[in-house]
Nanobody, 124 residues
Framework: QVQLVESGGGLVQAGGSLRLSCAAS????????MGWFRQAPGKEREFVAA????????DYGDSVKGRFTISRDNAKNTVYLQMNSLKPEDTAVYYC?????????????????WGQGTQVTVSS
């Protein structure tokens, strides 16, 4: 019933920027805590960012803090991830996740709903 669709990925050069979007359908996104995770080949899933229901709290992984910004527009049922100063190490599939019962979390197993992911590739 709850569907999350990521978009905005692509190929960029190191130092460039991308903005990812996560659009929800089948529910009201304002009820959910939202998170972004990423996974590169041969590596485990990594926490990127999370945001509370009212956007009063945010959290970031150490590797992206200061470069990425998570935001949400509940009226548009959309969550965003603005990525600046991109590095080749940021190359991964980026996933959007949502959950009703938590307030905010950096643990992937706390989130119930997941999108299919969007590929981000950063060239050197």
């Amino acid at each position: 019933q709850v569907q999350l669709v990521e978009s905005g990925g692509g190929l960029v050069q190191a130092g460039g920027s991308l903005r990812l979007s996560c659009a929800a359908s089948g529910t009201t996104l304002g009820y959910y805590v939202m998170g972004w995770f990423r996974q590169a080949p041969g590596k485990e899933r990594e926490f990127v960012a999370a945001i509370s229901r009212g956007a009063s709290r945010t959290d970031y992984g150490d590797s992206v803090k200061g470069r990425f910004t998570i935001s949400r527009d509940n009226a548009k049922n959309t969550v965003y991830l603005q990525m600046n100063s991109l590095k080749p190490e940021d190359t991964a599939v980026y996933y959007c996740a949502a959950d009703l019962s938590i307030e905010i979390s950096d643990s992937a197993d706390k989130y119930e709903y997941w999108g299919q992911g969007t590929q981000v590739t950063v060239s050197s």
